[in-house]
């Protein structure tokens, strides 16, 4: 037999085998383990099927409300980080002065610690010493537009899904603006020569021939907005109040903090089956189109 054909084989197995054991097997272990009673207060395993299931979905608890959220936190950055990074990447793919500068200033929120991010802002947004409401708000006399931004059940959410928005969108600009950039200029000079306006070349040349970047930028922004966990725990860390800005995996976290790891494994195995589903719905949604040869 052909070495050259045996070692690309052995390889493969390999590493499948690995992947199997250090990424698959804790996977479906912790699935078996979110139906029984594990928990620190107790050194019996006992199975109780579908309770811890039952509770997660239970209208009782804070559960559904803390899976709305991640939804809810899931689609409004992703729906707003592409809307501004596409306009930031058609503005900053233009002939202007400093360019570079401009698109590194964007880019910059992107590469820093993400919990660095939250203590700062933490502190901007201190409703009664924060640089926003003190500072900026009271200093230009409209005091009245100062609000408890984190500690309020009315604005802490929508404060974090800004912060995070503002973080974020540097990064889809950039993936845009390499888009934007791999067009060929030809369809614009044609344009131009049709006399097309500038919101003309947009619509049916930049926007179709952008699609396809704009799929992968919204995969990139659903699985981040799916298991985001630092930047909630940084400001607010669930709160205030109950499950006000709670999303699964500081959920999750907290089960496992405080022992109650049959419930963390549930809410990680509902977790796992939004991601299955959301993913395959997205796959699906991107190949549609695609030619079988």
Not at 41 to 50: A, C, I, N
Not at 145 to 164: G, I
Not at 247 to 268: D, E, P, R, W
Request: one cysteine or more; a positive charge.
């Amino acid at each position: 037999m052909n070495r050259k054909k045996i070692y690309p084989t052995w390889f493969a197995a390999g590493a499948l085998l690995l992947y199997s054991v250090l990424f698959v097997l804790p996977g479906v272990i912790g699935i078996g383990y979110s139906f029984t009673d594990w928990s620190s207060y107790s050194d019996q395993l006992k199975f109780v099927g579908l309770e811890n299931f039952k509770t997660v979905f239970s209208a009782d608890g804070n559960y559904l409300k803390i899976m709305k959220n991640t939804l809810v936190f899931t689609l409004g950055t992703t729906v707003i980080k592409n809307i501004l990074g596409l306009a930031l990447a058609v503005l900053l793919t233009k002939s202007i002065r400093f360019l570079n500068f401009h698109r590194g200033v964007m880019f910059m929120p992107s590469v820093l610690s993400t919990l660095i991010l939250g203590m700062i802002f933490t502190s901007i947004l201190n409703p009664s010493t924060g640089l926003l409401n003190t500072t900026f708000f009271k200093g230009i006399g409209l005091g009245g537009l100062a609000k408890p931004w984190l500690t309020s059940p009315a604005y802490a959410f929508k404060s974090v899904m800004a912060v995070d928005i503002w973080r974020g969108t540097g990064y889809i600009m950039t993936i845009l603006i390499a888009g934007i950039l791999s067009i060929s200029s030809d369809y614009y000079e044609a344009c131009s020569i049709d006399g097309a306006s500038g919101w003309q070349k947009f619509r049916f040349i930049t926007l179709p021939l952008l699609l396809p970047t704009l799929a992968t930028t919204t995969v990139l922004n659903v699985i981040y907005g799916l298991k985001v966990f630092d930047m909630i725990y940084a400001l607010t860390n669930g709160g205030p109040g109950k499950a006000t800005t709670e999303v699964l995996y500081t959920a999750v976290f907290k089960k496992f903090g405080t022992g109650q790891y049959a419930i963390g494994t549930a809410l990680s195995s509902v977790m796992f089956l939004f991601m299955m589903f959301i993913g395959f719905f997205m796959i699906r949604l991107m190949t549609k189109d695609e030619v079988q040869e």
